[in-house]
């Protein structure tokens, strides 16, 4: 899903094998990105540590979606998953030491994969070189404040197309809704089609009744966000109930609790909706129990990395 971060006066990113600051980065007015919306992007939060090092938070998981979204669009994957890995480290580490990046700072990587440039047709052009950019920028998350009290939302019509689950930098229908929820004072504008509950312009949706927790099914009608497989593992952990199935728009303006989840908000709890309180109108026992185990889950595979690290350079002195 779409990316909140503040980014520093001038960032170190990567475009096509070189690291230049943001203000110097270009691509021709021909890349198909530009022209067609002819590409994909990926999102993932890295979180920093006490060790002073970030761990690229289910890296894997946003990799292998990575790889779906290029293969669904004919795209050749310019890497394999060490070979991002080794890329995002890079562009980190540059942002450290010339891009204003604290070592001690949550950051956003943003990937960006287009068919690349060649003469406008719309049909793909036979061999082009892929346009790879990557960004690494602070990430603020949702506050304390915002999680106590919630955040309010709006709802519309979900009239975008039918490949969702490619993460598609053709965005407008997403634009259209996020400025839908601004123009009124809102979060996050909650979509439905055909009655039923999709998701949020950036962002999966959740509804809790009854101490159930349940999301619409995994289909091209949404994007699966990566918290959408971390949220089914934390109800298992935490003894909730889970569902995924479809929800009609009466079962949400009826739920007891709606949550909102995404690599920049990790789960926030939704109060109001279209002017009206959601259940008791305050954030909810399933929202507070899934938080909470969020961020056990960050910490654990924090700890797993560091693991990794420690034994990592025992071989190399053992060597």
């Known amino acids: 899903m779409t990316a909140v971060s503040e980014v520093s006066p ?10 230049v600051p943001l203000s110097e980065a270009r691509v021709p007015v021909l890349d198909r990105g530009f022209i067609f919306g002819d590409g994909i992007y990926e999102v993932a939060p890295l979180y920093a540590h006490a060790s002073g090092r970030r761990t690229a938070f289910r890296l894997k998981q946003h990799l292998t979606r990575l790889a779906r979204s290029v293969g669904k669009i004919g795209i050749a994957n310019p890497f394999d998953d060490a070979g991002w890995h080794e890329l995002i480290g890079r562009v980190a580490e540059a942002n450290e030491t010339d891009g204003g990046l604290r070592a001690d700072q949550d950051a956003i990587a943003y990937i960006q994969v287009t068919r690349g440039v060649a003469k406008r047709g719309h049909a793909f052009p036979a ?24 955040v309010a939302c709006v709802s ?7 490949n969702c689950d490619i993460k598609s930098v053709s965005l407008l229908g997403n634009v259209l809704m996020a400025q839908y929820a ?12 055909d009655g039923l509950l999709t998701e949020g312009s950036s962002s999966n949706v959740w509804i809790a009744k009854d101490g159930v927790l349940a999301a619409p099914p ?34 949400v303006r009826a739920a007891d609790e709606i949550i909102v989840s995404s690599a920049t908000k990790e789960v926030l709890p939704v109060t109001r909706l279209d002017g009206a309180p959601v259940g008791a109108g305050q954030p909810g026992a399933v929202f507070a129990a899934l938080y909470a185990a969020y961020q056990r889950a960050k910490a654990a595979e924090a700890a797993a990395a560091q693991e990794g690290v420690e034994n990592e350079s025992r071989e190399r002195l053992t060597v």
């Not at 091209?220 to 952990?237: D, H, P, V």
């Open 182 to 193: 601004a123009e009124n004072d809102a979060f996050e504008t909650l979509q439905f089609r």
């Open 218 to 251: 995994r289909s091209n009608k949404i994007l699966e966000g990566i918290r959408y497989g971390l949220i089914e593992e934390l109800t298992a952990e935490c003894g909730i109930r889970f569902e995924a199935r479809d929800i009609t728009e009466a079962e």
């Open 10 to 19: 001038d960032p170190i990113v990567y475009l096509n094998g070189e690291l």
């Open 127 to 150: 061999g082009v070189k892929p346009t790879v950019f990557v960004m690494v920028t602070p990430l603020s998350l949702p506050g304390a404040a915002q999680r106590a009290s919630g």
């Open 156 to 162: 519309a019509e979900d009239r975008r197309w039918l």
